[in-house]
């Protein structure tokens, strides 16, 4: 199999492996040889205020158990993310990143932080928001929620 990039990175809380975060990791296998994989730290969630159902480890174990089911001879690595940049800051050979449309900004400044290192832009790949059957973006929170499911499905209550 032949891929545009050697090294691409990708990052997310992924507290649900859902629908949008494996939009994201698909582009993400699908265009790199090697894939690493920002997973945001229990206190990075806390630092921004956010919430999740599982703590890093089991988030860890369990996007790992999707990825080995899904891409199961490919190679990746997982980084535990204390800031929004993680490698892709500190790693020259990451060529790409894969984010959704409201994580581009982001890609934007680690590209200036790259440039202030001497090291290439990374080629910005921006997977459209994933919606659920309403219509509205698929979100852990959501999900959390109880009103969609991981696909992006309306629960009945």
């Not at 050697?6 to 090697?34: I, N, Q, W």
Request: zero cysteines; hydrophobic letters at 35%.
């Amino acid at each position: 199999m032949s891929f545009r990039y050697k090294k691409v990175a990708v990052g997310g809380t992924f507290d649900h492996v859902h629908a949008g975060h494996k939009a994201l990791l698909r582009m993400a296998f699908e265009s790199g040889e090697s894939i690493v994989i920002g997973v945001t730290s229990d206190n990075l969630v806390k630092k921004l205020g956010k919430i999740t159902e599982r703590r890093f480890d089991k988030r860890v174990e369990r996007l790992k158990s999707f990825l080995n089911s899904i891409f199961p001879s490919r190679r990746y690595e997982i980084h535990k993310l204390d800031d929004y940049f993680g490698p892709v800051i500190t790693d020259g050979d990451i060529e790409a990143i894969v984010v959704s449309d409201e994580s581009f900004i982001r890609a934007r400044e680690a590209n200036e932080l790259r440039k202030a290192k001497g090291f290439k832009p990374l080629k910005i790949m921006i997977v459209d928001t994933v919606k659920a059957d309403d219509g509205l973006p698929i979100s852990s929170t959501r999900i959390r929620n109880k009103e969609i499911d991981e696909e992006g499905h309306r629960i009945k209550h």
